[in-house]
């Protein structure tokens, strides 16, 4: 089976600054990984995806995250932060090839301060 | 495109009370999944389809949950007897062509039961 470790339940971060959200997931097998985000009183949102090839996946609104097979982690991250990226950041995997589940970390929360 | 299309977006209900939740998938897409999302416990997959079938039922919680997909266009999560442990925002998502291509997310349905 397949889980995932966000370390973050929060992450306060000044606008314009850099933010990192980690995440670790655990497999026996093979995976895809995912990042969504849900802002307030919406349902979640594909932000970026990794399937295979080139580590570092870029995604939508600046966002992008680094596979690390090694660390079993992929980390979503951002170099400058609007107010706009506050919203709950939920990373996800898959296991390649067996079914069509997708496993949800928990979520990170990430609070822009002014 | 209209998305995944959820409906009621918010019940409020009493205990003891028959709730259904009902979800319209994209066109086309042939796998559709329920998760529900509580404080406590994040996002969790009750149950997915396939081409109409129940391929996974082990997340829903009790017995009074059932899940049903009469055709590609619709399904329907059914709680009896409601209970206020039920209170969670339901989401309906769905994909074609497997979870590589990640899910598209309803807006969910604010479930309240007194």
């Known amino acids: 089976a397949q889980s995932v470790t966000q370390l973050d339940s929060q992450v306060p971060v000044f606008e314009e600054a850099p933010v990192e959200l980690r995440c670790n997931y655990s497999s026996s097998v093979s995976v895809y990984l995912f990042w969504y985000v849900q802002y307030p009183n919406q349902g979640l949102q594909l932000l970026l995806k990794?399937?295979?090839?080139?580590?570092l996946v870029k995604g939508i609104n600046g966002f992008e995250a680094e596979f690390n097979k090694s660390q079993t982690s992929f980390h979503l991250r951002k170099p400058s932060v609007h107010i706009s990226d506050t919203a709950e950041y939920f990373c996800?995997?898959?296991?390649?090839?067996?079914?069509?589940?997708?496993?949800f970390g928990k979520g990170t929360r990430l609070h822009i301060l002014p | 495109d209209a998305g995944v299309i959820q409906s009621p977006r918010h019940e409020v209900t009493e205990m003891g009370q028959e709730v259904t939740l009902r979800c319209k998938p994209i066109s086309g897409h042939n796998s559709l999944f329920w998760y529900r999302q509580t404080m406590m416990r994040g996002l969790e997959l009750l149950i997915y389809f396939n081409n109409n079938v129940p391929i996974d039922d082990s997340g829903m919680p009790e017995d009074r949950f059932s899940a049903k997909m009469p055709n590609a266009s619709f399904s329907t999560l059914k709680i009896q007897p409601s209970e206020p442990r039920d209170s969670a925002v339901y989401f309906c998502?769905?994909?074609?062509?497997?979870?590589?291509?990640?899910?598209?997310f309803g807006s969910g349905t604010r479930l309240t039961v007194v």
């Open positions: 996800a995997v898959s296991a390649l090839n067996r079914d069509d589940k997708i496993i």
């Open positions: 990794y399937l295979s090839g080139s580590t």
């Open positions: 998502a769905s994909t074609s062509m497997g979870a590589a291509r990640g899910y598209t």
